[in-house]
């Protein structure tokens, strides 16, 4: 059954996570008819396999943490094991609360919700299994999935990815995670507060590696304290299975043994068997090749989140839906400034970071001026019993172009720092503002007031 009868809609959405869902909401705000199509959940994989439950697993983590470490606080308290599948339905319940909000969400705007596989037909209709679906405009929202290395078979049993690592029914005793981005870096850091021995083995020399050089030492530093193993520029040779587990075989010679590998070394775009390249969408390996308006090669076809090159978060999804919708309502919004996302890894330390990394700044402007100012000196930091720093990278004489923060709740500081890079603050004009006392906050007021020259509880 074709649709055509009705005429086309304003807005054919295929895939309903972040980016697709955001476009939806604003384009029904701004009167727009939409169709939103969807083959598991509205949410995606942020609500369902990502963000959401990752940070649910790190908070149950927290409170292992906490308890652990209750005595130094002068409380005297027992800790009596994990039960994972309560673990998992405190996980699942914040889950479906949010589902049904969002869900209702979509209801409330008018959009109307197909559920099925959807497969573009033409630049300006996708298809659901028999029912064809026209629009003015079509926006492709599917999103990535977690990718493997050539020749590593993922069973989903002994070698995993994160979406069978969010519904294991015990705690590993051990663990192996294959690469070290926020992903890799996320599940150490929770199955090692779960009581797991964990050992990371990245390629690159760092952990974090995207990050500035300055926050990968320190989340390093603080990974070893907590016994979290680490084959840093390690190559991955191959897995066997055995009867208790794996053995993971780096190119060194080294080998590890332990229950279970986790493969955390990137997602890829879901793009295969959807009809783009039949379409003549350009594409490469996969991914659905866009220009800073988010269009593709076809006038009638834009593309977002996780399916086009580039920042594969949640919160990139929402502001490129946003825009879409705003540019297919003639509002000539401006498009989205990728230099200065703010990125959190929401480990024990936390990393968060917006900007240019010391390396990246250097390259672009030559010459650059940073400061680092540790949190040993902040007093809120102190009865939290937290390490870690706050180093800013500016030009010299110009604005902050880069904060780069490691320490337990600094992704709830980086909002403030992204003001600081967006809005192109110079050091003197931050280190003007007052920071409450004690906050974790102070630790950002302080750093701009060293970059600005004038130190308050720095050792000189
Ligand atoms: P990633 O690309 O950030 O990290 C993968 C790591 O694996 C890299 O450091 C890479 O060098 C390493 N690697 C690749 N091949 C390897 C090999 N053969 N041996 C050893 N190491 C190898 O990807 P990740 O962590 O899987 O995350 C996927 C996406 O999801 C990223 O864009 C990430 O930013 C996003 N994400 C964001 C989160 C957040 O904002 N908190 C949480 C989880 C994911």
Redesign the pocket.
């Known amino acids: 059954m074709a649709d055509s009868a009705a005429g086309p809609v304003d807005l054919v959405i295929l895939g309903g996570g972040s980016g697709g869902y955001a476009a939806a909401l604003r384009a029904a705000e701004l009167d727009l008819s939409v169709v939103l199509i969807e083959k598991d959940k509205l949410g995606g994989t942020c609500l369902h396999r ?2 959401i439950p ?1 940070k649910a697993l790190l908070h149950s983590a927290e409170i292992v943490d906490n308890i652990n470490e209750s005595e130094s606080f002068g409380i005297r308290s027992t800790f009596d094991g994990i039960d994972m599948a309560k673990v998992n339905s405190y996980k699942d319940s914040v889950i479906a609360g949010l589902f049904k909000g969002l869900t209702g969400l979509i209801k409330s705007r008018g959009i109307e919700v197909v559920e099925g596989f959807g497969r573009l037909v033409s630049p300006t209709s996708v298809a659901v299994g028999d029912r064809v679906i026209s629009g003015r405009h079509v926006l492709l929202a599917t999103g990535s999935y977690s990718k493997s ?1 050539p020749g590593l078979d993922i069973d989903h049993d002994r070698v995993i990815t994160s979406d069978d690592a969010l519904t294991l029914d015990h705690v590993p005793a051990s663990a192996v995670v ?7 870096c ?1 599940f150490a850091s929770v199955w090692r507060s779960y009581g797991a021995e964990v050992t990371i ?4 020399p760092h952990l974090v ?2 990050e500035d050089e300055s926050s990968s030492k320190l989340l390093e530093r603080a990974f070893r304290k907590r016994g979290i193993a680490q084959h840093l520029g ?3 040779a191959g897995v066997k299975t055995t009867d208790h587990g794996v053995t993971v075989s780096l190119e060194s010679g080294t080998t590890i043994d332990a229950e279970l590998l986790l493969v ?4 890829g775009p879901v793009s295969a068997g959807l009809g783009y390249e039949e379409v003549g969408i350009a594409t490469d390996r996969g991914y659905v090749l866009v220009d800073r308006f988010l269009r593709t090669n076809v006038p009638t076809v834009s593309a977002l989140g996780d399916l086009r090159p580039g ?3 949640a919160h990139v999804g929402f502001a490129e839906g946003i825009f879409v919708a705003e540019q297919l309502a003639g509002l000539n919004p401006v498009p989205v400034d990728y230099d200065n996302v703010p ?4 480990s024990h330390p936390e990393v968060a970071s917006v900007g240019l990394t010391a390396a990246a700044a250097r390259e672009r402007f030559g010459e650059i001026s940073t400061v680092t100012y540790n949190l040993a000196g902040n007093g809120k930091s102190q009865i939290l019993k937290t390490a870690g720093a706050v180093t800013l990278v500016a030009v010299p004489d110009g604005p902050v172009v880069g904060v780069h923060m490691v320490g337990d709740r600094v992704g709830e500081l980086i909002a403030e720092a992204q003001l600081i890079t967006n809005w192109e603050a110079f050091p003197a004009e931050v280190a003007q503002l007052i920071h409450p006392h004690p906050t974790l906050s102070e630790a950002l007021g302080e750093a701009h007031l060293a970059l600005a020259g004038k130190p308050l509880h720095v050792h000189g």
């Open positions: 990502g963000c990752t290395l294959l690469g070290a981005g926020a992903i890799g996320e083995v990245e390629a690159l590696p995207l390690a190559r991955f955390a070394v990137g997602r920042l594969q978060l990125r959190v890894t929401y």
